[in-house]
């Protein structure tokens, strides 16, 4: 049985195709900086967005027409592992992530959840021996259900966070069982509505005590993914504990994790925070924990994650500017947490969506390594800061000198020789990159 007949497989046809099934911009074997672009950009497909969302938002119902909506339950989960993997070898996809609760249905026990989740990942496993998409990462969805309201690992009931510990525990296995690549932790309810009715301390320990725990359990059963936190600042919570990289890296500093763990970082939760999606990204790759990347966008005139696919050739470029820097993303990839949006209601839409986000990072790839080999902004950069090349600035940064000397050296300037940061021309520059593919 065939989901999604209308295409047989997508294929690179060059930037003058007019068929919209084709890649224009995204050449997998296409060598740049003497890697390919699927090995580079390792582009993963969202579970979630792609087979078991409907297009439902807060304001209405579901608008999608899936070829699985006339089944229910099992029979349901079923049919979107087979789509997904259709999917997945039509559209080249080297990857796929899901949480728990994407693949199937939630029992009214756990044990019973366990059982469709066991009897799912066994179908996935058979059909992953034959596909050439491996499972980038997987999580637990410790959000959606009710008795996660008042959070997960951060929750104010002990039975609560036994439940999201089991569900961990499980996500685990099963990661290990397809040999993801990473696991991740998206807190979304790891967070508080208001501080009157929150132990801020106790809740923090308690995360802390539930990734160390996960660490061991990890290491107990020879699963050696990396470990990735996903920062978003709010959204459902008011206040999210993994508000952004830098507050989230300086939790793992403070329980002994940051060894343990790198960053997924997503584009619309980097803007959420009042960051650009480059500021995220560079944090992290400063500090060595740039792991993987949710790749989306979202709406400047809207103020939530709408996780739109990626198609802000400006954005993408900038994004893959800092992940070539980083020496690319190792075990991590380009994951599309994006969604068609509620309009978009038909099949073909997915492949749109998908052509469209891998087109748009290929791009950016191709001008962020033209930036790269020319070494334009890099010169402007080692330019603006050459004073700490020689002398004074020599000492200041190997840490051989002290208050009392730089105020020698200080006391006799009468001028300082500041040169302009040059801002529109780095901005006219950056657009003629950007044409240049
Ligand atoms: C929610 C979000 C999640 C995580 C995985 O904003 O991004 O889908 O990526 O739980
Ligand atoms: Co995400």
Same mark, same amino acid.
């Given at each position: 049985?065939?989901? #999604?007949?209308?295409?047989?497989?997508?294929?690179?046809?060059?930037?003058?195709?007019?068929?919209?099934?084709?890649?224009?911009?995204?050449?997998?074997? &296409?060598?740049?900086?003497?890697?390919?672009?699927?090995?580079?950009?390792?582009?993963?497909?969202?579970?979630?967005?792609?087979?078991?969302?409907?297009?439902?938002?807060?304001?209405?119902?579901?608008?999608?027409?899936?070829?699985?909506?006339?089944?229910?339950?099992?029979?349901?989960?079923?049919?979107?592992? &087979?789509?997904?993997?259709?999917?997945?070898?039509?559209?080249?996809?080297?990857?796929?992530?899901?949480?728990?609760?994407?693949?199937?249905?939630?029992?009214?026990?756990?044990?019973?959840?366990?059982?469709?989740?066991?009897?799912?990942?066994?179908?996935?496993?058979?059909?992953?021996?034959?596909?050439?998409?491996?499972?980038?990462?997987?999580?637990?969805?410790?959000?959606?259900?009710?008795?996660?309201?008042?959070?997960?690992?951060?929750?104010?009931?002990?039975?609560?966070?036994?439940?999201?510990?089991?569900?961990?525990?499980?996500?685990?296995?099963?990661?290990?069982?397809?040999?993801?690549?990473?696991?991740?932790?998206?807190?979304?309810?790891?967070?508080? &509505?208001?501080?009157?009715?929150?132990?801020?301390?106790?809740?923090?320990?308690?995360?802390?005590?539930?990734?160390?725990?996960?660490?061991?359990?990890?290491?107990?059963?020879?699963?050696?993914?990396?470990?990735?936190?996903?920062?978003?600042?709010?959204?459902?919570?008011?206040?999210?504990?993994? #508000?952004?990289?830098?507050?989230?890296?300086?939790?793992?500093?403070?329980?002994?994790?940051?060894?343990?763990?790198?960053?997924?970082?997503?584009?619309?939760?980097?803007?959420?925070? %009042?960051?650009?999606?480059?500021?995220?990204?560079?944090?992290? /790759?400063?500090?060595?924990?740039?792991?993987?990347?949710?790749?989306?966008?979202?709406?400047?005139?809207?103020?939530?994650?709408?996780? &739109?696919?990626?198609?802000?050739?400006?954005?993408?470029?900038?994004?893959?500017?800092?992940?070539?820097?980083?020496?690319?993303?190792?075990?991590?990839?380009?994951?599309?947490?994006?969604?068609?949006? /509620?309009?978009?209601?038909?099949?073909?839409?997915? #492949?749109?969506?998908?052509?469209?986000?891998?087109?748009?990072?290929?791009?950016?790839?191709?001008?962020?390594?033209?930036?790269?080999?020319?070494?334009?902004?890099?010169?402007?950069?080692?330019?603006?800061?050459?004073?700490?090349?020689?002398?004074? %600035?020599?000492?200041?940064?190997?840490?051989?000198?002290?208050?009392?000397?730089?105020?020698?050296?200080?006391?006799?300037?009468?001028?300082?020789?500041?040169?302009?940061?040059?801002?529109?021309?780095?901005?006219? /520059?950056?657009?003629?990159?950007?044409?240049?593919?």
């Amino acid at each position: 049985m065939s989901y #999604f007949d209308q295409v047989s497989k997508v294929t690179y046809e060059g930037r003058e195709s007019n068929n919209p099934y084709a890649f224009k911009f995204y050449n997998p074997e &296409e060598k740049i900086g003497g890697k390919t672009m699927e090995d580079i950009l390792r582009y993963g497909v969202a579970y979630w967005h792609t087979f078991t969302g409907d297009g439902s938002d807060p304001f209405g119902a579901g608008t999608a027409k899936r070829p699985w909506d006339h089944l229910t339950g099992m029979d349901q989960a079923k049919a979107r592992v &087979e789509a997904a993997f259709e999917f997945f070898e039509k559209i080249d996809a080297p990857f796929f992530c899901f949480h728990d609760i994407d693949i199937a249905p939630e029992g009214t026990t756990m044990r019973e959840t366990n059982k469709n989740l066991d009897e799912i990942t066994a179908m996935i496993q058979s059909y992953m021996k034959t596909s050439k998409t491996k499972l980038l990462w997987n999580t637990a969805n410790n959000f959606t259900n009710p008795r996660f309201t008042h959070g997960a690992g951060t929750s104010s009931h002990a039975d609560v966070y036994a439940i999201a510990a089991a569900k961990i525990k499980k996500g685990l296995e099963i990661g290990k069982e397809l040999g993801a690549e990473n696991y991740v932790f998206w807190g979304g309810r790891e967070g508080y &509505e208001t501080l009157l009715n929150t132990n801020m301390k106790l809740e923090l320990d308690n995360l802390a005590r539930l990734y160390h725990m996960a660490i061991d359990y990890a290491r107990e059963i020879g699963f050696d993914a990396q470990f990735l936190i996903e920062p978003k600042p709010k959204e459902p919570t008011t206040h999210q504990y993994d #508000f952004d990289v830098a507050t989230a890296t300086s939790f793992l500093y403070q329980y002994g994790l940051q060894d343990h763990f790198k960053f997924n970082i997503e584009a619309n939760h980097a803007t959420l925070a %009042g960051h650009s999606f480059e500021h995220e990204l560079r944090t992290a /790759r400063e500090s060595g924990m740039l792991g993987s990347v949710d790749a989306n966008q979202g709406d400047l005139l809207l103020g939530w994650d709408t996780d &739109e696919f990626p198609t802000d050739l400006y954005a993408t470029t900038l994004a893959m500017y800092e992940i070539l820097k980083n020496g690319g993303l190792g075990r991590g990839g380009l994951n599309f947490d994006a969604k068609v949006r /509620r309009g978009s209601f038909e099949t073909d839409d997915l #492949f749109h969506a998908h052509i469209a986000g891998m087109d748009a990072f290929a791009v950016g790839l191709k001008v962020a390594q033209k930036m790269i080999d020319d070494k334009f902004f890099e010169s402007i950069v080692d330019k603006r800061y050459e004073t700490f090349t020689t002398g004074i %600035g020599e000492k200041i940064v190997s840490g051989k000198t002290s208050l009392k000397e730089l105020e020698a050296h200080a006391l006799d300037i009468d001028n300082v020789d500041l040169q302009s940061g040059q801002l529109e021309k780095i901005k006219a /520059r950056m657009n003629q990159y950007l044409l240049s593919v």
